[in-house]
């Protein structure tokens, strides 16, 4: 940290997160870890790919997370027949009724949120998932010329459904790449799922605190980048994602399994949602666990499996687990 006063507005912010996951707690029974790398990715400044079967909670999940955050929420609901301008807005004709003259304005989208839940992303045609694109790279949408700024801060969570399901439409990897993290949500534990049968069959709702505005998010986004992380897990960092590339690694089972790897997008989602984990830990430094958790999800959607590898069910979760064990 640069001053003292840095330091203690840190301590202050991060003191809060704990309150934050008690919160979501109130609603959502389990997925700790899934809670958590929805998180970082809000405090790497982010956006972030659930996926899940029908039913696990996916949406009731932001929901929650908003109302905690005091946040602007909006779900889109992604179905075959959805246009671009269902998400990004539309310009309508309205007319000055002192003058009588007639003018476009500009009718913003459900992308002027704080945080977007792109529902069902993949039920949907490309040309639709390419709507999201400058929106999640730029932070700004582009209509008829002119360029609207989204508001601060900005995260989009996209869910899918498993591929395999009937309907669906596979991300392109130029649109994947841009997610900073691929969360996968499994089925809840017995004793979970005997919770939510409890707490969600009879009267009465959870009603929540709000426990940071967007403003003290935003200043936990610029004080996430200045946690520290040493140069010799920086080399590491570089070293795994370069090594999950046929043509530089020297892993056999990369080789053998691989289309291609990550490119340095890779790394720097490493490392900025290893610093996210740090705060969200209360820590002021990255450590090499950090680096190991959070592998998964920002390394599973960047690896390109070859049809070998798809015929025997190796999965990109596994050629991360192979490149951690060196």
């Known amino acids: 940290m640069e001053t003292t006063q840095d330091l203690t507005h840190f301590k202050t912010l991060v003191a809060k997160l704990p309150h934050l996951k008690k919160e979501i707690g109130k609603v959502i029974v389990g997925q700790q870890e899934v809670i958590n790398e929805i998180l970082i990715s809000l405090l790497a400044g982010g956006h972030c790919l659930l996926e899940g079967v029908p039913g696990l909670a996916k949406t009731l999940m932001v929901r929650t997370m908003s109302e905690a955050l005091e946040m602007k929420f909006k779900r889109v609901q992604f179905t075959p027949d959805l246009m671009p301008g269902d998400i990004v807005g539309t310009e309508i004709l309205e007319e000055d009724h002192e003058t009588g003259k007639k003018f476009f304005k500009f009718n913003q989208g459900p992308i002027f949120a704080n945080i977007v839940l792109a529902d069902e992303i993949n039920r949907t045609p490309p040309k639709t998932q390419a709507a999201l694109l400058e929106a999640m790279q730029e ?177 990109t979760d596994d050629v991360v687990a192979e490149l951690l064990k060196g």
């Open 139 to 315: 932070y700004r949408v582009t209509y008829a010329g002119v360029s609207y700024d989204l508001p601060r801060p900005f995260l989009i969570i996209a869910t899918q459904n498993p591929i395999e399901q009937a309907g669906t439409y596979p991300l392109p990897e130029a649109q994947l790449d841009r997610f900073l993290l691929y969360i996968k949500l499994g089925y809840p534990s017995e004793q979970e799922e005997l919770d939510v049968l409890k707490n969600t069959t009879g009267f009465g709702s959870q009603k929540l605190q709000t426990i940071l505005t967007d403003k003290e998010i935003i200043d936990l986004q610029k004080l996430t980048r200045q946690v520290h992380i040493s140069d010799e897990l920086i080399i590491k960092v570089n070293q795994l994602v370069r090594s999950t590339r046929p043509a530089t690694t020297s892993s056999a089972y990369v080789k053998k399994w691989c289309g291609w790897g990550a490119g340095p997008r890779a790394g720097q989602a490493l490392i900025l949602c290893a610093k996210a984990r740090a705060v969200l830990n209360q820590r002021f430094s990255v450590i090499p666990e950090d680096i190991q958790t959070l592998a998964y999800p920002v390394l599973r959607h960047r690896i390109s499996l070859n049809f070998r590898a798809e015929a025997e069910n190796i999965t």
